[in-house]
């Protein structure tokens, strides 16, 4: 049996976001986000599930904190709802929204944990949805402020911020694929969505080192690993162009200060698709950042074949375990997505700020869940994880997904992801086996393998 030991300067943690966890959709002058209508849209949400209560968070902060404290982490990371605190996107302050977040943050540093905020997780205002959204530059202007006023609000207590969570999401799943809200399927709207995201994070950088907050500022991205079925250059190829879709369109833009070109060649090429860049974007999108988030959670085979999907690459099942997401279970695309990122980019601080499996788990009379399944899966990862540190690679913290069940977007209440069981009919939280199995890791400072 081998020991696999971590820096004694690691930060666990584990994560959540807003709309998945707050509930309390219309109290204390909260607005509507595009998640209230799509979820409230009939068939866009398995079971027509919405997040009206969710876990109802924003009452039952307090109980979460207790889990956090006695789970051991040094870290939480959670996001704000930008609905709570500007109701209509811009205009007047809300001061209860400020106020929850506050007493959530205030909650947290009283019991050893620090706050780990993201601005933006995806409940964008329905107000500035129905002015375009992401697609009409004002958006950009109304993120800024709406950063601006959280960074003011919380300098010095906050540490460790955020600005966007998966802008592969928000754009292409949300606005090309159509999965999540608003529900689109247009690629150009979505290459829009994605640019003009990227480029409200910039400007939240730039005005954060501008207003002198103090803490560190970085973006989260969602990259998962095709690798090419076969060495045949057609297949190398379209695993590339896979890969770089959720990969390389996003870091490179913040951490080279360009697209890749051969994406952008395909786009033009194939789709007759362009990016819609202004003089000086590209400078502000690559504002300096401190460190690059990363969610993993999946990789695959991939192969050329004429006409699957955007980009002639078909899937090839190679017998991976699956979880109930049916994602692959594959460890090791963790330690190559974390490895391509130290080669492509540099020494940059990286933090998986989620990771994490959806298994279908049942609450024993004696409420108990004995969630073997899961507790592997973080089993592995973490292998990964030290595996990466050891090879040198700038690993500094793990945010495990997620703390609680939770409204999982489009599959409703469903799919559950949490390391406590979430009981809707009570709200009861309930610490399953992978709940404890985290808590020995972080408390022993590693794991035998």
């Not at 939480?76 to 001061?95: K, L, M």
């Not at 699956?322 to 540099?346: H, I, Q, R």
């Amino acid at each position: 049996m081998a020991r696999l030991d971590f820096p004694k300067d690691f930060v666990w943690g584990t994560a959540t976001a807003s709309y998945q966890i707050e509930g309390a959709a219309r109290e204390d002058g909260r607005g509507p986000s595009i998640w209230d209508t799509f979820s409230h849209t009939p068939g866009k949400v398995w079971g027509n599930h919405n997040g009206d209560v969710a876990c109802d968070s924003y009452h039952r902060y307090g109980e979460d904190i207790a889990l956090l404290k006695q789970l051991g982490v040094k870290a939480y990371r959670f996001s704000v709802a930008w609905p709570r605190i500007y109701p209509q996107g811009t205009g007047e302050v809300n001061p209860k929204g400020l106020d929850y977040y506050r007493r959530v943050i205030d909650g947290l540093l009283e019991a050893g944990i620090e706050p780990c905020v993201t601005l933006y997780h995806w409940d964008l205002p329905q107000a500035l949805q129905d002015r375009g959204g992401w697609d009409n530059r004002e958006t950009i202007d109304a993120f800024v402020n709406y950063a601006e006023t959280v960074f003011k609000a919380f300098d010095g207590k906050v540490k460790m911020w955020i600005t966007f969570n998966e802008l592969w999401c928000v754009s292409f799943l949300s606005n090309y694929l159509g999965v999540h809200a608003p529900g689109n399927t247009d690629l150009q709207l979505a290459v829009n969505v994605a640019h003009n995201a990227l480029v409200a994070h910039g400007r939240a950088v730039k005005r954060f080192r501008e207003l002198g907050i103090r803490g560190q500022i970085g973006i989260t991205h969602n990259p998962s690993w095709t690798e090419p079925y076969t060495t045949k250059p057609e297949d190398v190829e379209a695993a590339r162009r896979q890969r770089g879709w959720q990969n390389e369109w996003f870091f490179d833009p913040v951490l080279k200060g360009a697209y890749p070109q051969f994406l952008v060649d395909w786009f033009r090429d194939t789709q007759g698709v362009k990016v819609p860049i202004q003089p000086g974007d590209m400078e502000t999108i690559a504002q300096p950042i401190d460190f690059i988030g990363v969610n993993f959670y999946s990789g695959n085979y991939g192969r050329y074949k004429p006409g699957a999907g955007l980009f002639h690459c078909e899937e090839v099942q190679v017998g991976f375990e699956k979880t109930f997401m049916d994602w692959n279970v594959y460890p090791e695309a963790l330690y190559k997505v974390l490895s391509w990122v130290k080669e492509a980019y540099g020494d940059i601080p990286i933090y998986i700020t989620e990771n994490g499996a959806c298994y279908e788990d049942e609450l024993t009379p004696d409420k108990k869940v004995h969630d073997a399944k899961r507790v592997e899966y973080f089993r592995k990862h973490f292998i990964q994880c030290h595996r990466a540190i050891e090879s040198g690679i700038p690993l500094k913290g793990y945010f495990a997904w997620s703390l609680l069940d939770n409204f999982e977007w489009a599959e409703g209440y469903r799919k559950r992801f949490g390391i406590c069981y979430t009981d809707y009919e009570t709200l009861a939280r309930y610490p399953k086996d992978s709940y404890y199995f985290y808590q020995k890791v972080i408390a022993d400072g590693g794991l035998d393998v």
